[in-house]
Nanobody
């Protein structure tokens, strides 16, 4: 079973930036599309960005132009660069392999908290 470990979260003011990292164990990382999900208090978990094995990228409309997803297959790591952060980006961020349009494949990691507040 693949395990993922997310890091890089923190507290920033509106307009600030953070870079999240997700390291995956094992050799299956390169086989799957990878995605960043987030879950805000009282809301369902949503897929905000994904990148497939060929480098095709998708974003949810609310983060387009502000977030950038990338992956380093040599390091089994996926990143999420988040710029121009807004209070509504506050959530716990998780990474996972993505199958279909948004289904997460592996067990969830502990996530990393992102708080955007003045």
């Amino acid at each position: 079973q693949v395990q993922v470990v997310e890091s890089g979260g923190g507290s920033v003011q509106p307009g600030g930036s953070l870079r999240l990292s997700c390291a995956a164990s094992g050799s299956l990382f390169t086989v799957y599309a990878m995605g960043w999900y987030r879950q805000a208090p009282g809301k369902q978990r949503e897929l905000v960005a994904s990148i497939n094995t060929g480098g095709k990228i998708n974003y949810v409309d609310s983060v387009k132009g502000r977030f950038t997803i990338s992956r380093d297959n040599a390091k089994n790591t996926v990143y999420l660069q988040m710029n121009s952060l807004k209070p509504e980006d506050t959530a716990v961020y998780y990474c996972n392999a993505v199958v279909g349009t948004r289904v997460a494949l592996w067990d969830w990691g502990q996530g990393t908290q992102v708080t955007v507040s003045s």
